[in-house]
């Protein structure tokens, strides 16, 4: 009889949790670790609330993977019987001078069958009153989509993992010699050695750091700054109830998410933000971002102009030159796959990763071509 492969997967965030959990489903032996646990709030996928759309622009592998994604969010919440999406829908705000992106998602999430109206500024202004629609001249809603729990689905998906049988450890993978072929084994930061047939390093905007020959800066970490603002006493125009999710990429990519939990309404910006240190960067928003995002939310959303700020987080993006993911094996390391890059949205294909990762490493198949690292080296 074989025996069943063992295999280490390292950071428990979106990518790493999601994959350790198919690799076990799928009968491998996993160890899962993480340095500060599922979701913490040093890793990108920490916080509360993350976006689930289609919408992604022409010519790109996100529509598809989204709208497997989708189905898998929903397959989990029924297995465990708790919701992570709420489907308030997404409202993408196009302007008809340059809707390049939006004109091209169109036929992309009809290929991917996500579902998706087109809407013209009267029919906008009439659902949804609150929001300014001056300088935009139609949209795209896709109503299955919306928010995803973040930290909570992270959380979730490890306790499955261990319920299932997996092992996870509160641990940190030392930075040593991980470059070496052939890998038997990883030092820990209680000074242990973990060994496993295969290693699977999904740790995120770390991911330079424990593989500076193979990755290096080729996954920066950038600041990004989220706010939260008060509406009014009594205001419900601004909850998950009454608004969907929205976007508007014209010029600056803005976004927001409704109120929820009695929080407040999220905005950020979705322009990459100065370099940061994940471990030890002071989480601190910047009174420049804020000036220019309470402008932007006076004008688009007029009802909160004077609204208070609040709350902030501070997240960061771990970014690639091309904004793809990363998917590869170590060059020179057969057993060791790196896996990261979501570059600011990666979050929502976290179960679609976990699925096509487990499938690659117990099937030796061959990662997408846009995902490779070899892709750095031809460009
Ligand atoms: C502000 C912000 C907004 C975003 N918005 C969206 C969105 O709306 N939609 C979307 O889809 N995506 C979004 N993203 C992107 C998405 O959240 C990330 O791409 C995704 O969460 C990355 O997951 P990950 O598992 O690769 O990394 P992480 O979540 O960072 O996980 C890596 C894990 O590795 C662990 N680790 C690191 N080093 C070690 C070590 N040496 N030993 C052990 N463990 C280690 C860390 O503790 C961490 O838990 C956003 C990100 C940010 C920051």
Redesign the pocket.
């Known amino acids: 009889m074989k025996t069943k492969p063992h295999i280490a997967v ?8 999601w994959t350790a959990l198919n690799l076990l489903e799928r009968g491998a032996r996993v160890t899962l ?8 709030s ?6 509360e ?5 289609g919408t992604y622009g022409p010519d790109q592998p996100y529509t598809e993977m989204a709208a497997r994604a989708l189905k898998l969010w929903a397959k989990y919440e029924r297995r465990w019987k708790r919701q992570f999406l709420h489907r308030t829908g997404v409202l993408w705000m196009a302007s008809g001078r340059d809707d390049t992106f939006e004109r091209g998602s169109v036929k992309m999430l009809r290929t991917a069958k996500i579902e998706y109206r087109e809407l013209s500024a009267p029919q906008m202004k009439k659902r949804w009153p609150q929001i300014n629609f001056e300088g935009i001249e139609w949209g795209i809603f896709e109503p299955e989509c919306g ?2 729990e ?1 930290r909570a689905s ?1 959380q979730a998906v490890v306790e499955a993992f261990v319920a299932a049988g997996g092992r996870y450890r509160q ?5 040593d010699e991980l470059e070496n072929s052939p890998l038997g084994g990883v030092a ?2 209680d000074g242990s050695l973990l060994k496993a047939d295969r290693f699977v ?7 330079g ?2 593989f500076p020959k193979a990755i290096g800066d080729r996954v920066q970490a950038t600041k ?3 706010f939260f603002f008060g509406a009014p006493a009594g205001d419900d125009r601004f909850c998950d109830t009454h608004l969907p ?1 929205w976007a508007d990429h014209r010029g600056r990519f803005r ?1 927001g ?1 409704p109120g929820r939990d009695r929080r407040g309404f999220k905005i ?1 910006d ?1 322009t990459r933000g100065p370099s940061f240190d ?1 471990t030890f960067g002071e989480r601190v928003a910047s009174p420049e971002t804020l000036k220019d995002i309470r402008e932007y939310v006076g004008f688009r959303f007029p009802a909160l102009k004077d609204a208070p700020l609040v709350e902030t ?6 970014q690639t030159p091309d904004g793809d993911f990363i998917v590869d094996r170590h060059p020179s390391n057969e057993n060791v796959w790196l ?12 179960p679609a990763v976990g699925e096509m990762m487990a499938e690659m490493i117990l099937k030796d198949r061959a990662p997408e071509a846009a995902w490779r690292l070899g892709r750095f080296h031809t460009k």
Request: hydrophobic share 40%; glycine share 20%; with cysteine.
């Open positions: 390292i950071g428990a965030g979106a990518f790493g949790g670790l993480d340095a500060w646990g599922p979701g913490n040093r890793a990108s996928s920490g916080g609330t993350r976006v689930m759309r928010y995803l973040a992270c641990a940190s993978v030392l930075p820990l930061s390093f999904a740790c995120g905007p770390w991911l750091k424990l990004q700054d989220i999710v976004y998410i950020a979705d994940p987080r501070v997240c960061q993006y771990e896996l990261g890059g979501g570059s600011g949205h990666g979050f929502k294909h976290g």
